[in-house]
C-alpha cells in the first residue's frame, strides 16, 4: 500500500474535515438534525479510513485500543451520570430541569448536550472497536487466493 500517495495525501486532507464536521454535527445536534449518534459514526468513519488507507497498526498507534474501549465506557457513564445526578436533586431520572431549576430551559439545553456528548464519545468507541475487531481477525485465506 506504499505506493498509494495520492490515496494517502487525499486520505490525510479529508481526515481533519471529517473530525471538523463531527463535531459541528455534536455540537449543533439540539439546534438542527443531528446529535451524537450521527457526530459518533462521522468520528468513527474519520479513524476508519485512516485504517484502511494506512493500516491497523497505524490507526491504533494514533487511537490505541485501551483509549477506545475506555471511551465507549466513559459515553455510556456520561450519559448514566446526567440521569443520577437529576435523582440526587430531587427530580426524575434524566429530568434537565434539575441542572438548571431557576432557568429550566438553560437545564435542557445543558442536559441535551451532556446527553449526546455521551452518546457520541459512546458510539465513537463502539464502531471503533468494531472495526478493530474485524480487522485484526486471521484471514482465512491468504491475499494471493483472491
Known sequence: ?????ILRVV???LIGSIMIFALYVQFHGDYSPGGGFQAGVIMAVGFIIYGVVFSLEDVQ???PPWLVHKLAALGVLLYAGTGIVSLFLGYSYLDYTALSPHH?????HYGIILVELGVGITVTGVMVTI???FTSRTP????EAW
Open 11 to 13: 486520505t490525510k486532507l
Open 104 to 108: 429550566p430551559v438553560h437545564g435542557q
Open 140 to 143: 482465512i485465506m491468504d491475499d
Open 131 to 133: 472495526y478493530y475487531a
Open 1 to 5: 500500500m506504499r505506493h498509494h500517495l
Open 61 to 63: 498507534r494514533v487511537f
